[in-house]
């Protein structure tokens, strides 16, 4: 069963360094999502991705935050200069052919920002 | 404001009870339903969703769910929990034509023997 997988699996990085999170979605999926998940709250929406720009984005995902699909596999999640408050779960998600298809979760990546 | 909201963040159930967990959405229209799992270490997985039509679904894992749009309620059953279900459970919401999944807090399942 073709599934999203997300690496690394845990990113350790210091305050201010820019990190990237790579994700790999369904192969046939258009849509192409990243959720955070702060511990021990809910799992929040950051931005959706379709056609090569991003169509949905949260008062979360700021100037900070970027989203990119450098080829035709990968979708990553750049943050620029890292805070502490970004430690976090991110999930990568992709969808099929329309907006409201179920989403389809990666197993996660979990940031921590010393 | 779209919300989910789940009212309960831990439940405790034998093994072999049967077991529903609670979610409220406040929409302006139905939303498209879901609910996820997620064991320790792992990722989402879909249990089961709800677009319209019959309003009891059935997922994996032996769940199932009812729409109660009376209710505003989307409520996860199994009849017979098993050790290896304990793990957190998220009900989640969509509109129609959107695509920002929301999430409730999340429903942590214990199961004791």
């Known amino acids: 069963e073709p599934e999203v997988t997300q690496t690394p699996s845990h990113q350790v990085t210091q305050m201010g360094q820019e990190v990237i999170l790579r994700c790999v979605p369904i192969?046939?999926?258009?849509?192409f999502y990243w959720y955070r998940q702060i511990l021990g709250q809910k799992v929040e929406f950051l931005v959706s991705?379709?056609?090569?720009?991003?169509?949905?984005k949260s008062e979360i995902f700021d100037d900070q935050f970027s989203v990119e699909r450098p080829d035709g596999s990968n979708f990553t999640l750049k943050i620029r200069s890292t805070k502490l408050e970004d430690s976090a779960m991110y999930f990568c998600a992709s969808s099929g052919g329309v907006p409201t298809d179920t989403q389809y979760f990666g197993p996660g990546t979990r940031l921590t920002v010393l | 404001a779209q919300s989910v909201t789940q009212p309960d963040i831990h439940i405790t159930v034998s093994e072999g009870a049967s077991l529903e967990l609670r979610c409220n959405y406040s929409?302006?229209?139905?939303?498209?339903l879901f609910w996820y799992v997620q064991s320790p270490g792992q990722g989402l997985q879909l249990l089961l969703k709800?677009?319209?039509?019959?309003?009891l679904v059935q997922g994996i894992k032996g769940f199932e769910a009812e729409f109660k749009r009376s209710q505003s309620s989307f409520n996860l059953r199994k009849p017979s929990v098993h050790w290896s279900d304990a793990a957190e459970y998220f009900c989640a919401a969509v509109s129609g034509g959107y695509q920002k999944v929301t999430f409730g807090i999340g429903t942590k399942l214990q199961v004791i023997p």
């Open positions: 192969s046939n999926h258009l849509y």
């Open positions: 929409y302006g229209a139905t939303p498209y």
């Open positions: 991705f379709y056609n090569n720009e991003i169509s949905e």
């Open positions: 709800y677009f319209s039509g019959d309003t």
